[in-house]
T-cell receptor, first 115, second 113 residues
C-alpha cells in the first residue's frame, strides 16, 4: 500500500456541486498539505495542517475548506465547484522536524474536472 | 517571499548524454531542497533531498548539488535513458514563514532513443 493514498483518483463533477477529496497516510507524520497543480503555474499550496487542531490557509484557499479528521486523514472540500478549480490535486505529508528534514511525501494525485 | 525558478522549461537530448537541470531560489535561508520526478498526469516521486548543510547528494545516475549562498542547485543525470523522460521539479523549504515547500515550475525532459 502507498504511504499517502488519495481518493478518488479521477473525478468529473458539475459546476455548483460539493465534492470532497480524501487523503490518508501511513507515514505517521504530523503535518499534512493540499496542493493543486495547473499547467504553467506549478504546484500551489491550498491548506496545511501541522496537527489535528492546527489548520492554516495556504496561498490559494478561497473556494476550498479542509478537515483533519485524525492524524492520518486530511480531506479537502470544494463547497460549490467551479470550472477554474479543474486541476490535479496532491496531498503531501512531512514530519514535525524543523524544515521537514526527512522531506515531503506526496500522494498520486486526484484529477478533478469541473464541467 | 521565496521564489524558485527552473531553467530550461523544456529540454530534449539524445539517449546516452549527460545533462544538467538548473534550479535557483531567491532566499538562501533554507532548511533543505528536494528534487522530484513527475511522469505525465502522475504523482511526485522524490529523487534526492539535500539539507542546507550539505553540498551534494547522489543516487545511482543522479547527482544533486546545492550552493546555498548563491541560491542554486543542479541535478546531474548521467548516461540518460528514454525512461528518464519526465518533468523534474525542485522545491525548497524556507526558514522564514511556516516552513512550507515552495516549488519551481519544472523542467520537462525528453530523452530521444
Amino acid at each position: 500500500d502507498a504511504d499517502v493514498t488519495q481518493t478518488p483518483r479521477n473525478r468529473i463533477t458539475k459546476t455548483g456541486k460539493r465534492i470532497m477529496l480524501e487523503c490518508s497516510q501511513t507515514k505517521g507524520h504530523d503535518r499534512m498539505y493540499w496542493y493543486r497543480q495547473d499547467p504553467g503555474l506549478g504546484l500551489r499550496l491550498i491548506y496545511y495542517s501541522f496537527d489535528v487542531k492546527d489548520i492554516n490557509k495556504g496561498e490559494i484557499s478561497d473556494g476550498y475548506s479542509v478537515s483533519r479528521q485524525a492524524q492520518a486523514k486530511f480531506s479537502l472540500s470544494l463547497e460549490s465547484a467551479i470550472p477554474n478549480q479543474t486541476a490535479l490535486y496532491f496531498c503531501a505529508t512531512s514530519d514535525r522536524s524543523p524544515g521537514a528534514l526527512n522531506g515531503y511525501t506526496f500522494g498520486s494525485g486526484t484529477r478533478l474536472t469541473v464541467v | 517571499k521565496q521564489e524558485v525558478t527552473q531553467i530550461p522549461a523544456a529540454l530534449s537530448v539524445p539517449e546516452g548524454e549527460n545533462l544538467v537541470l538548473n534550479c535557483s531560489f531567491t532566499d538562501s535561508a533554507i532548511y533543505n531542497l528536494q528534487w522530484f520526478r513527475q511522469d505525465p498526469g502522475k504523482g511526485l516521486t522524490s529523487l534526492l533531498l539535500i539539507q542546507s548543510s550539505q553540498r551534494e547528494q547522489t543516487s545511482g545516475r543522479l547527482n544533486a548539488s546545492l550552493d546555498k549562498s548563491s541560491g542554486r542547485s543542479t541535478l546531474y543525470i548521467a548516461a540518460s535513458q528514454p525512461g528518464d523522460s519526465a518533468t523534474y521539479l525542485c522545491a525548497v523549504v524556507s526558514i522564514q514563514g511556516a516552513q512550507k515547500l515552495v516549488f519551481g515550475q519544472g523542467t520537462r525532459l525528453t530523452i530521444n532513443p
